[in-house]
């Protein structure tokens, strides 16, 4: 007759805990002050939807700190926050705008064929993500190609 293996207590792996998600939600708080408007609630929701993008154990002791920044560029991705001086949309991705003969270029950091992390270069906080990420994963460079 075999015992049955104790239960375990831990959540299950990749689950993160009320702890983790608060240390997420004060870190976008002291990063983010145009997120205070912003529900811990909401928060959560995009901890919840964005998590298992980021692995913890490849960004180690920048794990929350990551994670507050990818939850930041993706509410101000979403037009969350303070919106004094415009949008995202509204700013960042209209690259300029001509009246005479009336001519509109758009910013087109956005390629999916030219950078998969484009995207992060629209916001500052994508652009800390980017650099954190960048700090922690090393790129393999095949055929002495660089």
Do not use: Q, W
């Given at each position: 007759?075999?015992?049955?293996?104790?239960?375990?207590?831990?959540?299950a792996p990749g689950k993160l805990s009320k702890e983790d998600v608060q240390k997420i939600v004060s870190t976008v708080r002291v990063l983010a002050s145009e997120f205070k408007a912003v529900k811990s609630g909401m928060i959560e929701q995009y901890i919840e939807i964005f998590y298992p993008l980021i692995g913890r154990?490849?960004?180690?002791?920048?794990?929350?700190?990551?994670?507050?920044?990818?939850i930041c560029?993706?509410?101000?991705?979403?037009?969350?926050g303070d919106n004094e001086y415009g949008t995202i949309a509204e700013s960042m991705r209209l690259a300029s705008v001509s009246e005479g003969?009336?001519?509109?270029?758009?910013?087109s950091t956005q390629s999916p064929?030219?950078?998969?992390?484009?995207?992060y270069l629209l916001t500052s906080y994508g652009v800390q993500f980017n650099d954190i990420k960048r700090r922690v994963?090393?790129?393999?460079?095949?055929?002495?190609?660089?």
């Open positions: 007759m075999t015992m049955a293996a104790p239960a375990r207590t831990r959540s154990k490849v960004f180690g002791d920048k794990y929350f700190l990551a994670m507050a920044y990818l560029h993706k509410m101000k991705m979403a037009g969350l003969d009336s001519s509109v270029s758009f910013n064929t030219k950078d998969a992390d484009a995207e994963i090393i790129p393999i460079h095949c055929g002495g190609m660089a």
